[in-house]
């Protein structure tokens, strides 16, 4: 039986600002943004490469106001994201050189926390 992580969610604050910084400055595709109803908007975003997508909105209920995550994802190379963030304008981190890895980091407009990780091999 596979156990497939496909959709994790983020709690963010004003939707359409987060739809800018995740599909605009990050270049990240926005597969699905619709407005039900003034209370209820769902927004899906999948890194490219990826087959886990995020998702955010208004009047989904699946994180406490105010909360926060923390998402590592694997890159094949550290030094490239990290050029590929700041060419985007996404204030980032210098590649963290640890023994299990190479990490760079950086925050999302509302707080969430994404390592990306270049796995290091012996």
């Known amino acids: 039986m596979d ?7 983020l709690a963010v604050q004003d939707v359409d600002r ?3 910084f995740y599909g605009k400055q ?4 926005v597969d699905f943004d619709q407005t039900v109803s003034p209370e209820l908007r769902f927004v899906q975003v999948t890194p490219p490469g990826s087959a886990c ?3 955010f909105g208004t009047g989904l209920d699946m994180m406490p106001q105010g909360s926060a995550q923390f998402i ?3 890159v094949a190379d550290a030094d490239e994201a990290c050029a590929l963030l700041r060419r985007r304008g996404v204030e980032c981190s ?3 050189e640890q023994p299990w890895g ?6 999302d407009p509302d707080g ?5 990780q270049q796995i290091v091999r012996p």
């Open 112 to 116: 969430n926390r994404w390592a990306l």
């Open 102 to 107: 190479r990490f760079v980091r950086f925050d």
């Open 18 to 20: 987060s739809v800018e």
């Open 3 to 9: 156990f497939r992580i496909e959709l994790i969610p």
């Open 72 to 74: 590592q994802v694997v």
């Open 94 to 96: 210098d590649v963290d």
């Open 53 to 55: 997508s995020i998702c």
């Open 26 to 29: 990050l270049g990240w595709s």
